[in-house]
Nanobody, 123 residues
């Protein structure tokens, strides 16, 4: 499975971006998916995750109420809608496929990773 993340860019604080993550094979529809982010000099942090059928989602407290994760299994695509962006959201965002059907919070529970897309929020 190959994951291709896109949609990052430069946006002003308060703005919005939508990230996409396209999977190369439809086998991803049986697995949970997640978004993580890594800022310079920091560890890779959990952002959001979604179960295989979209029925269950989890969010980091820092993005709850501002970000929405979704998936379209017919298109083998994962999304992250990011609203009310803040400068502290600046990071490289990675999509990942979980080893299981749900979406865990820990990066060790993910087996495939995309290449990352840069999100920069200016103040």
């Amino acid at each position: 499975v190959q994951l291709q993340a896109s949609g990052g860019g430069l946006v002003q604080a308060g703005g919005s971006l939508r990230l996409s993550c396209a999977a190369s094979k439809r086998t991803s529809s049986n697995n949970g998916m997640g978004w993580f982010r890594q800022a310079p000099g920091k560890e890779r942090d959990f952002v959001a995750s979604i179960s295989w059928n979209g029925g269950s989602t989890l969010y980091a407290d820092s993005v709850k109420g501002r970000f929405t994760i979704a998936r379209d299994n017919a298109k083998s695509t994962l999304y992250l809608q990011m609203n009310s962006l803040k400068p502290e959201d600046t990071a490289i965002y990675y999509c990942a496929q979980a080893r299981s059907s749900y979406g865990p919070r820990t990066h060790n529970d993910y087996r495939y990773w995309g290449q990352g897309t840069q999100v920069t929020v200016s103040s």
